[in-house]
């Protein structure tokens, strides 16, 4: 529901298990430029799918520590990336 809520932020289909797939707004290879940036940041590991005709990244919930904190800090993250890849993926 969170990551819903958030402008630019879209959700493939309601989650029924800890997996989530989501973009951003915009083409499969900024999908893709996303995944690598936050793969070599280091704190977190999202991997992608392809579903419905799109690239989707694609977060699987496994540590149960994990709360709404982290997903605002992914969140941030994505935007504070998405902002520095604009003029490539305009």
């Known amino acids: 529901a969170r990551l819903r809520a958030e402008p ?20 499969d290879a900024l999908q893709m430029a996303l995944r690598r940036r936050l793969v070599d940041d280091g704190a977190v590991y999202v991997s992608t799918a ?5 690239r989707w990244l694609r977060l699987a919930l496994m540590n149960p520590a994990t709360g709404m904190l982290d997903i605002e800090a992914l969140i941030a993250r ?3 990336i998405r902002a520095d890849l604009r003029a490539e993926f305009r």
């Open 50 to 54: 392809e579903a419905l005709g799109r």
């Open 8 to 27: 630019g932020f879209e959700v493939a289909v309601e989650p029924e298990s800890n997996i989530v797939c989501f973009r951003l707004d915009g083409p």
């Open 78 to 80: 994505l935007s504070a």
